[in-house]
């Protein structure tokens, strides 16, 4: 009992000092325990016990944890002095994810290639597209467009002439169609080329008619002013005639050195309008637009309260520019109206519209060596727009040409002081390009009768076409 008892102080004693500061030592010092305060001490002591090695145990795991962190800012440490080693597992982590599979490297090597392979074409077809002063006859940057053309079924080509030879309104959409006819019975001759898209959604058409290998270019343009559109037709019939000929084997040396541009409707636009009224406008922003120009010339006194009165005597394209003042040719001090008219509006700067550039860069791109220009009217030959010398000799004599067939009065531009700003201003003074504009027809009072003067126009004008292409197939 004593040694138990002994043990037991012991024991006590050492679980005190395990209980710390909590326990009030001495208190129980010499007492004497009974059997269940000895049972409940035991149980004390074995909680105790437990609870030390617990300790023990999370003291080591802390010292174990500290350790490995310590262990492994070293090496970490160690290996941050090479930038690669660093930067290897950075991006070798996820690389990993991904690399490892020879398919993550298929599927990698497209997002490369692709827009390798898109870039190449677009290189490769730029210069081609691009515009080149050198004539290439293989591939020119001539595109035919009357494939897209679609007629209904009923539509046929006649089978004799296609253009009407008595006067009608010649309209775009007939215009388009007896150019589709022509391009099927005449396609050894000629080719059709859009210029351009015009605002209101129409194609400035030329009608090449040339070998591609010619070494020149001409071009013949009609109706930049929208109200003279008998020159349409007269256009047209010009252009069947000349084909007709060509077919039947004449002017083969001018068709082999001589590409004529044809643009029978330089002004599709403002030709509908003048023709159709508000009516044919397609974009409801330009129609809007055209009815405020409507309104302000009505105040300016040069209106008609009448819109197809009003529109019959249209003359600009539909956003109110008249493009024969609208070339970059002493454009800055060419008058008019101060804003978009039906009318003698210049424009709000040179060059602006779409028809202009279509025909300026038509020049520029080809080797273009002669233009002549149609408009109404006056029974005359505009030349002599201020050159001098050789220009001067070869624009008369082209004037010339073109008096003696159609029996036209000669005038000199700078004498009648017309306008600057004008398309054939621009191509002889600017592009150094002979050029003249021939003036059809005598109206005078509007509105202009242009079935009365048809025969006679269509008449006079019959040769000039193949006349004049030989002119400067000898030049
Ligand atoms: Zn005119």
Same mark, same amino acid.
């Given at each position: 009992?004593?040694?138990?008892?002994?043990?037991y102080?012991?024991e006590l004693?050492q679980s005190?000092?395990l209980d710390?500061?909590?326990?009030?030592?001495?208190?129980?010092?010499?007492?004497?325990l009974t059997a269940e305060q000895k049972r409940k001490l035991r149980q004390k002591k074995k909680r105790k016990r437990m609870l030390a090695?617990?300790?023990?145990?999370?003291?080591?795991?802390?010292?174990?944890?500290?350790?490995?962190?310590?262990?492994?800012?070293?090496?970490?440490?160690?290996?941050?002095?090479?930038?690669?080693?660093?930067?290897?597992?950075?991006?070798?982590?996820?690389?990993?994810?991904?690399?490892?599979?020879?398919?993550?490297?298929?599927?990698?090597?497209?997002?490369?290639?692709?827009?390798?392979?898109?870039?190449?074409?677009?290189?490769?077809?730029?210069?081609?597209?691009?515009?080149?002063?050198?004539?290439?006859?293989?591939?020119?940057?001539?595109?035919?467009?009357?494939?897209?053309?679609?007629?209904?079924?009923?539509?046929?080509?006649?089978?004799?002439?296609?253009?009407?030879?008595?006067?009608?309104?010649?309209?775009?959409?007939?215009?388009?169609?007896?150019?589709?006819?022509?391009?099927?019975?005449?396609?050894?001759?000629?080719?059709?080329?859009?210029?351009?898209?015009?605002?209101?959604?129409?194609?400035?058409?030329?009608?090449?008619?040339?070998?591609?290998?010619?070494?020149?270019?001409?071009?013949?343009?009609?109706?930049?002013?929208?109200?003279?559109?008998?020159?349409?037709?007269?256009?047209?019939?010009?252009?069947?005639?000349?084909?007709?000929?060509?077919?039947?084997?004449?002017?083969?040396?001018?068709?082999?050195?001589?590409?004529?541009?044809?643009?029978?409707?330089?002004?599709?636009?403002?030709?509908?309008?003048?023709?159709?009224?508000?009516?044919?406008?397609?974009?409801?922003?330009?129609?809007?637009?055209?009815?405020?120009?409507?309104?302000?010339?009505?105040?300016?006194?040069?209106? +008609?309260?009448?819109?197809?009165?009003?529109?019959?005597?249209?003359?600009?394209?539909?956003?109110?520019?008249?493009?024969?003042?609208?070339?970059?040719?002493?454009?800055?001090?060419?008058?008019?109206?101060?804003?978009?008219?039906?009318?003698?509006?210049?424009?709000?700067?040179?060059?602006?519209?779409?028809?202009?550039?279509?025909?300026?860069?038509?020049?520029?791109?080809?080797?273009?060596?002669?233009?002549?220009?149609?408009?109404?009217?006056?029974?005359?030959?505009?030349?002599?727009?201020?050159?001098?010398?050789?220009?001067?000799?070869? +624009?008369?004599?082209?004037?010339?040409?073109?008096?003696?067939?159609?029996?036209?009065?000669?005038?000199?531009?700078?004498?009648?002081?017309?306008?600057?700003?004008?398309?054939?201003?621009?191509?002889?003074?600017?592009?150094?390009?002979?050029?003249?504009?021939?003036?059809?027809?005598?109206?005078?009072?509007?509105?202009?009768?242009?079935?009365?003067?048809?025969?006679?126009?269509?008449?006079?004008?019959?040769?000039?076409?193949?006349?004049?292409?030989?002119?400067?197939?000898?030049?």
């Amino acid at each position: 009992m004593a040694d138990d008892r002994y043990r037991y102080l012991e024991e006590l004693e050492q679980s005190e000092k395990l209980d710390g500061e909590n326990t009030k030592s001495g208190t129980r010092k010499g007492k004497k325990l009974t059997a269940e305060q000895k049972r409940k001490l035991r149980q004390k002591k074995k909680r105790k016990r437990m609870l030390a090695m617990v300790g023990r145990i999370a003291l080591l795991l802390l010292i174990a944890a500290v350790f490995l962190v310590l262990i492994h800012t070293v090496m970490t440490r160690l290996g941050g002095t090479g930038s690669s080693a660093s930067g290897s597992p950075a991006s070798g982590s996820p690389a990993s994810t991904v690399l490892p599979v020879e398919s993550s490297k298929e599927s990698n090597a497209p997002a490369t290639e692709t827009p390798a392979q898109a870039e190449t074409p677009a290189v490769t077809e730029t210069p081609a597209v691009a515009p080149t002063a050198e004539p290439v006859p293989e591939e020119s940057n001539m595109v035919k467009t009357y494939g897209k053309w679609q007629y209904s079924t009923d539509a046929y080509a006649p089978e004799g002439d296609i253009v009407p030879t008595t006067y009608q309104m010649y309209t775009y959409d007939r215009m388009r169609q007896d150019i589709y006819f022509l391009m099927h019975r005449y396609s050894d001759y000629c080719e059709v080329v859009s210029l351009a898209t015009t605002a209101d959604g129409r194609d400035i058409v030329d009608v090449v008619v040339g070998s591609r290998n010619a070494k020149k270019d001409v071009i013949i343009q009609y109706t930049i002013h929208a109200r003279e559109y008998i020159n349409v037709q007269l256009g047209m019939w010009q252009l069947e005639s000349y084909l007709k000929a060509l077919k039947a084997g004449e002017y083969a040396d001018i068709w082999s050195d001589l590409r004529l541009h044809i643009i029978p409707m330089m002004n599709p636009d403002g030709v509908t309008l003048s023709q159709l009224g508000f009516d044919s406008v397609q974009n409801p922003e330009i129609l809007a637009n055209l009815k405020t120009i409507w309104g302000r010339d009505n105040e300016a006194g040069k209106g +008609d309260p009448d819109p197809a009165g009003y529109c019959s005597r249209w003359k600009a394209n539909m956003l109110g520019v008249d493009l024969n003042r609208n070339f970059d040719v002493g454009w800055e001090t060419t008058g008019g109206s101060s804003g978009p008219s039906c009318t003698r509006y210049k424009g709000p700067s040179a060059a602006s519209e779409i028809e202009t550039q279509a025909l300026v860069n038509l020049a520029k791109n080809t080797n273009c060596i002669g233009q002549i220009a149609y408009h109404s009217s006056g029974d005359l030959v505009y030349w002599d727009y201020g050159t001098e010398g050789a220009m001067y000799e070869t +624009d008369s004599a082209l004037a010339d040409t073109a008096v003696g067939l159609t029996g036209y009065k000669k005038t000199s531009t700078i004498a009648s002081d017309q306008n600057l700003g004008g398309c054939s201003d621009y191509f002889i003074l600017v592009l150094g390009i002979p050029s003249i504009t021939i003036e059809t027809g005598d109206w005078y009072d509007w509105p202009w009768d242009y079935a009365s003067e048809w025969d006679d126009v269509r008449d006079r004008n019959s040769g000039v076409v193949p006349a004049l292409a030989s002119f400067f197939h000898t030049l």
